[in-house]
């Protein structure tokens, strides 16, 4: 069975060796009871923020920066002292909009252009900092497990972690259908896991990557429906999660959901596992294996450190020379407006 | 590989069944001071420092930079002491409230529409500032998966953990729905939780009757879905209102209104004391 190309209502039916899907049907011209229409305002409202939330916060910072900040201020600065002077305050309005659409925006994307630049280096510097933790402890297991590394290829190395995953994630759990389920699931799991090594992630077009990211999300969020852990019967909070490895006080060191995690392994099959497998071993091959998955791990924590205080300083040197492109000579608006309200506010001098 | 953000699975929600805190900058905070309280704090800084994983930079760590650049540079390069001032009264609460406005009007409008309606999308429902369950959790959570291990019970009790109201909940679905309820419903206790899952599960004819639509109509995509999808939505529009007009209308009036008083204010108190020298 080729596992990539099983769409999602077939997986249980090809595990439970049954090849008979049922499909909802309705016959034409008769409308379902029930049926809960797709259009409406109430859709629309909904699916715009499903889109934005999406993005993520720059898009959130984009919006309320553009309609509360720009376009309010601009429009103020125009208007300022339209009573006094009986016209468009033309230099104020050109400081603000300067001023906001510069600044705003540009906080942002200078460190998405840095982080994307170090990303595309060196790709584990995008995981998280537990996640990156968890991952090593996971290595380091694989590693014991393996003493003869320099004869594993890069394939095997990653199939050995992901099943490793599986075991630590899922291994408590039990499957209505005994064993044979679990050993199922833990097949697709590690197929599809694995699998993200080999979908290159293009830039833009990521179309491919994403698509089988989601089916790899369906496998862990029906793993997590069908398992149970025997003497518990709760349906699970969040059903499409996996919880990596537990530190002492028994909380998991990272929490990612399958999508992220098919991103992040295929992060760290790209960066740690080509460079792992291309080493040389001797004889103490596995200290000097879990040493160099112990030092990269520090390294890309430390990258992130760094990138992020790049960042910092980065926007910094913008935002300190911005104001040489927005300011207009020598008195700003704000005190040319005091100066009209200084001459209103006190009585006629003589002098 | 994206630039922005690459979850697309909402980045509110990473919190996990055994508690995992997740700092992404919802802090609950009512006021201004806990904000700067928690941001500077060592957790916040290394968690800033090791930027997570949602958004390219983290909201916390654009307020660090927009303090001390933003602020800073403005301060520096403002040409007299009636900017600086503008500077301060406009952009230190503008500053805030882009960043934490939204999830912070939004996630209080939330856990009070949560409390009137009966529809359960917080992702902690005991804490406002883990902020609301992602779309594809409500997903999870308000279609019924045959898949499901714990059954229909199962699922019924995940929405009473989430403090949502069974009740108010299935009554939505439809108009038949509701009556059946009501008809099961003889001694008029069906909105304490605990006494509608007895009633429902008791084995009784009428009950396995009503379950059993319930578990049809649930399996696929129902009203109760839609509705809370539409209310955790509504929440956030709430949220984007309030900040955009705080940020847009309020705050720049108020600014253009404390530079003239100010200054009609050291005016007229300049005239008195020329008139009083005069005088004298």
Redesign the interface.
Known sequence: MKVASVPKTNL?ACVCGNSNVQH?SVKLGETP??S?SFSGV??K??GL??W??????????L???T???I???VL?GLN?DRDKTGQYNYKAAAEEAGREIL??PS??LI???I??AV??FK?AS????GTLGAFAELMNKVIDKSPSLSKVSKDDLNTRLANQLFDESFGHLSF?NGDKQKLKYKQTFTDLLVGSTKTT?K??N?GAF?RNAEEFESVV??IN????VKGE?????????V?LCKNEK???L????G??LY?DFHNYSKDVMSKLSELKFGSDSVKKAKDFVRDISDAR?AL??T???A??FA??TF??Y???LY?QG???P??E??KR??A????NENK | ???????????N????????KNNNGNNNVAFKGNILKDLFSKEGLSN????????????D??I???F???LG??FI????N??RR?TLVRDVP?IIL??K??PMFANACASQIQKMTGFAFMADPNKKSEGTA????LE?WYKY?K????GF???C??LV??NGNLNKIFSY??GDIKKDIKTLDKNNEFSDNKKFMNKLFDGSEESNALKGKLEE?LS????AL?QA??L???S??VG?AV???????FI??LN?AV??KL??????K??NAATAVKVS
């Open positions: 249980d909802q009871k029930d809960v109430k859709d409202a909904t923020f499903k934005i939330d999406k993005q993520g916060f720059f898009v959130e910072f919006i309320v920066d309609i509360s900040m376009c309010p201020r103020v300022r600044s705003g906080m942002n460190p998405m252009g982080l994307a990303s595309a790709p995008h995981m998280n900092k209505a992630k830039f833009f990521t994403d969020t029906e429906n069908k398992g149970f019967d709760k349906a699970s909070l969040h059903a499409n999660s919880n028994g909380e998991p990272a929490s990612l959901t999508k992220e991103e924590i992130k450190t990138s992020a205080i960042a910092f926007v910094g935002l300190l911005l104001p040489k300011q020598k008195v700003s704000a005190e407006s005091a309200a200084k209103e506010g006190g009585t | 590989m994206k630039i922005n953000n690459v979850s697309s699975i909402s980045n929600n990473l919190t996990q069944n055994a508690n995992l800033v420092l090791t930027l997570k994983r949602q958004g390219p930079m983290g909201r760590l654009f660090y930079n927009a001390v650049f933003l540079t403005r390069t403002s040409r007299d009636n900017e503008e503008s882009a960043v406005g939204v992602s779309y594809g959790q999870d998966n898949d499901l291990h714990s019970n199962g699922f009790q995940r953990d989430q679905l439809n109509l696929k995509d129902n009203k839609k999808s539409f955790k939505t509504g956030a529009m984007y900040t955009l007009g705080l940020l847009g209308i720049p009036k253009i530079t003239e200054n009609k204010d050291k005016e007229a300049k005239q």
